[in-house]
């Protein structure tokens, strides 16, 4: 069994930043990729950043030179920076990851509320 846990988001105005993390639990054989997606009412789910192993983060243009993704490997955690955070960026925030126990698979955290205020 494998479990992802968010830290808590939050309110902010905009302008703000917002640091989330995502630690990974269990019965870990590996890790392939780590990451943060985000829903807004109304909206589909969107890739917002993704760390595979070894490699380098990949943003989606919406959140390019205002988020920093990173990894800690010994931790089995990634985090995400949001820096100059505007109303766009208001969503639940889940973690995704892709990890392999008996099989490979995706996993997702329970999704936390960033809220960004005008």
């Known amino acids: 069994q494998v479990q992802l846990a968010e830290s808590r988001g939050g309110l902010v105005q905009a302008g703000g930043s917002l640091r989330l993390s995502c630690a990974a639990s269990?019965?870990?054989?590996?890790?392939?990729?780590m990451g943060w997606y985000r829903q807004a009412p109304g909206k589909q789910r969107e890739l917002v950043a993704t760390?595979?192993?070894?490699?380098?983060?990949i943003y989606a243009d919406s959140v390019k030179g205002r988020f920093t993704a990173s990894r800690d490997n010994a931790k089995n955690t990634v985090y995400l920076q949001m820096n100059n955070l505007t109303p766009e960026d208001t969503a639940v925030y889940y973690c995704?990851?892709?990890?392999?126990?008996?099989?490979?698979?995706?996993?997702w955290g329970q999704g936390t509320q960033v809220t960004v205020s005008s």
């Open positions: 995704n990851a892709i990890i392999t126990t008996d099989s490979v698979r995706a996993y």
């Open positions: 269990g019965s870990i054989s590996s890790i392939k990729s």
């Open positions: 760390i595979a192993f070894g490699g380098s983060p």
